[in-house]
């Protein structure tokens, strides 16, 4: 591979998209799949999202703890990956693959064991490749650029995995659809492998025990603000994306053709947003952008309670774009500083664990997600397609716009209640003993 491409932000970010295509598909439509076209109950879907989670508290830190302890010729973290990306394809493939005539508990049973073994996948591949970032990429500036080119990749799988794939599941149907994403997964991820070189700190002190790894991270009070902060808007992400084809057609009131059209507004305005969220990030402090980022994420979810139809629906999506982009640009810029200041600290660069808690922090927003749609749908009347109650239409309207504007509000109050100081250099970068260069 050319020289230029190894370690580049545009290479790194291919992984990015790889790994958001067929994520956010499950995310924005597997509830729609399982409740509204299969008519598996909210109460069911919710329980084994609570299952799941239980099992996700126990294997996501191990992940992480395992992956920093790794070491071989091919680096930490690349191996995990290699290895996660067929077992990925399948247990994609097998969410959407649900036999012909099962019962509830038969639909449940499947939809549990295949979201157990599919999260679990994910949740390897999601912790390396996430604990590449910092360690790849060391200061403010490079950060700010390669958060923007990975966001800029991101943003553009949100659009193929949202607006693309109702238009995709009702041509081939949702197994077809999945086989598809599982195959455009496999191929970015290998680019994105095959031009990645880790580089191990040569003072890198030896890696924790598995007890003082936990306590050392876990007694990080920065940390954990930051992510239980995140954990809120995250929920947001995933509650407004899966919330989409529901609020299209009870709220707006419009085709599932036209669906794309309103995801498309969405995430089609976010992508010269996140250049503007880059110009700001570059000119503010990263803790005061990503708490702006909070506040204007949350004012920007308000348009949506006054959709009405297709045209209403696509200018509240655009608004709802700008406060997305600032929160997917601005939280790399915090995280990587809590992670070298930790390895100021311990002599040990730990990105491993702390990606893996911080992804089991963020990653449980789908039970918060899950219990805001099962209680709004139970004070409603909403059960599942088939029982949609009598009044749907305020169902969604609350989930897509009220029950964000709350979480966030509880987002933006949790992100000051510590102060982020960091230990800075002159050049206003964190210490770490080993300054890697990059050229862009």
């Not at 306590?215 to 995140?230: A, D, Q, R």
Request: charge should be positive; include cysteine; proline fraction near 4%.
């Amino acid at each position: 591979m050319a020289r230029r491409w190894v370690n580049s932000p545009y290479a790194f970010a291919l992984g990015m998209f790889a790994m958001m295509v067929p994520s956010q598909a499950f995310s924005s439509f597997y509830s729609y799949f399982y409740v509204e076209k299969l008519g598996l109950g909210v109460g069911l879907a919710t329980l084994a999202r609570t299952i799941f989670l239980i099992w996700d508290a126990v294997n996501n830190p191990l992940f992480g703890y395992w992956s920093d302890r790794t070491e071989t010729r091919y680096g930490r973290r690349r191996p995990w990956v290699f290895a996660s990306i067929p077992l990925f394809m399948l247990t994609f493939v097998l969410v959407f693959s649900p036999p012909g005539g099962l019962s509830q508990n038969g639909l449940f049973t499947w939809f549990l064991v295949t979201l157990v073994l599919y999260e679990a996948v994910a949740t390897v591949l999601w912790v390396n490749y996430g604990a590449l970032f910092p360690e790849l990429f060391r200061g403010d500036r490079i950060r700010a650029k390669a958060s923007a080119i990975q966001q800029g990749y991101q943003v553009l799988a949100l659009l193929i995995a949202t607006a693309l794939t109702p238009i995709i599941y009702a041509a081939i149907n949702f197994s077809n659809m999945a086989i598809v994403y599982a195959f455009v997964f496999g191929i970015c991820m290998l680019i994105c492998m095959l031009s990645v070189r880790e580089q191990r700190d040569p003072g890198n002190a030896e890696p924790m025990k598995l007890g003082a790894a936990f306590k050392e991270t876990l007694s990080n009070k920065k940390f954990w603000i930051f992510n239980v902060s995140n954990s809120f808007a995250q929920t947001v992400n995933g509650l407004v994306s899966s919330m989409i084809p529901f609020y299209a057609k009870y709220v707006l009131r419009i085709s599932e053709g036209q669906v794309s059209i309103l995801l498309a507004a969405v995430f089609v305005s976010v992508i010269p947003l996140v250049g503007v969220w880059y110009w700001i990030v570059r000119r503010m402090d990263g803790v005061k952008a990503w708490r702006l980022s909070l506040i204007l994420y949350g004012l920007s979810v308000i348009p949506l309670w006054f959709g009405y139809n297709l045209v209403s629906g696509v200018a509240a999506g655009i608004a709802v774009g700008f406060g997305l982009a600032g929160f997917l640009v601005t939280p790399a810029m915090v995280s990587g500083r809590i992670i070298d200041e930790d390895a100021e600290r311990t002599g040990r660069r730990r990105e491993g664990i702390y990606t893996a808690v911080s992804g089991f922090i963020t990653r449980s927003s789908g039970l918060i997600s899950a219990l805001a749609f099962y209680v709004v749908g139970l004070i409603f009347g909403y059960e599942s397609g088939d029982n949609p109650g009598s009044n749907p239409e305020a169902t969604f309207r609350y989930l897509i716009s009220v029950v964000p504007l709350c979480l966030l509000v509880i987002s933006v109050v949790i992100s000051f209640m510590a102060r982020f100081d960091f230990h800075m250099t002159g050049k206003g970068e964190v210490k770490h003993g080993q300054e890697a260069h990059h050229q862009l």
